[in-house]
């Protein structure tokens, strides 16, 4: 069975660039999350999805920070413009649902804002 | 709210000795607890979950975890650590929100886990 695959796995970008990141979650996973992981902390969690609708985007900067999922199945999480503050690890995953919220990771993208 | 405290930012431990890692957690409901771990540049694995069944729970490569309500603890333990467990540990807890549908994790800051040789 396929994981939860992202792209591009790294990126290095200048501030004030628009960037994007995306994600298709395990097959048949209706849950998708994106996080945040900054250096040395636990990843935090930015938006979730449930099929195509945001239920909680409560911690998405949403001056510059937009995701969208619009057929229920891959993901894209924007910045615009980037901000040096941004570099981080942008990590989606997937739930079933079921299984008390098993959440299956992909690699994570590696955003550098120079 | 849902949090979790990993009261360890660094652990080390000697090859072939035991390894604790500890981690508290609050919780309005009964939450799901996990433990991930993060190896160097790679994702994040699933080690073990509780998820009100048995409060001992077994894992992958050897871990375990016991789920303590009364100290509302979680900790992660192995008999015997191996130098490839070098890597960082998250303690997760899980809720689910009253409209249904779960809600995201929220991770401890981690613990970074040293192996002595």
């Known amino acids: 069975e396929a994981g939860v695959v992202q792209s591009p796995r790294y990126k290095i970008i200048e501030k004030k660039l628009p960037v994007a990141f995306w994600c298709n979650p395990i097959?048949?996973?209706?849950?998708l999350y994106w996080y945040r992981q900054n250096l040395g902390q636990g990843p935090e969690l930015l938006i979730r999805y449930e099929n195509e609708e945001a239920v909680d985007d409560s911690q998405l900067p949403k001056d510059r920070f937009s995701a969208e999922r619009l057929k229920g199945v891959d993901s894209t999480l924007k910045i615009q413009p980037a901000e040096l503050g941004d570099s981080a690890v942008y990590l989606c995953?997937?739930?079933?649902?079921?299984?008390?919220?098993?959440?299956?990771f992909g690699p994570g993208t590696r955003l550098t804002v120079l | 709210a849902q949090s979790v405290t990993q009261l360890d930012s660094h652990v080390s431990v000697s090859e072939g000795t035991p390894v604790l890692l500890r981690c508290n957690y609050s919780?309005?409901?009964?939450?799901?607890l996990f433990w991930y771990v993060q190896h160097p540049n790679k994702g994040l694995q699933l080690l073990l979950k509780?998820?009100?069944?048995?409060?001992l729970v077994k894992g992958i490569n050897g871990f375990e975890a016991e789920f303590k309500k009364s100290e509302t603890s979680f900790h992660l333990t192995k008999p015997s650590a191996h130098m490839s467990d070098a890597a960082e540990y998250f303690c997760v807890v899980s809720e689910y929100s009253s409209g249904g549908g779960a809600d995201g994790l929220t991770f401890g800051k981690g613990t970074h886990l040293i192996i002595q040789p």
């Open positions: 995953a997937s739930s079933s649902g079921q299984s008390y919220n098993e959440q299956f």
């Open positions: 919780s309005s409901y009964s939450p799901s």
């Open positions: 097959s048949g996973h209706n849950t």
């Open positions: 509780y998820t009100s069944a048995a409060t």
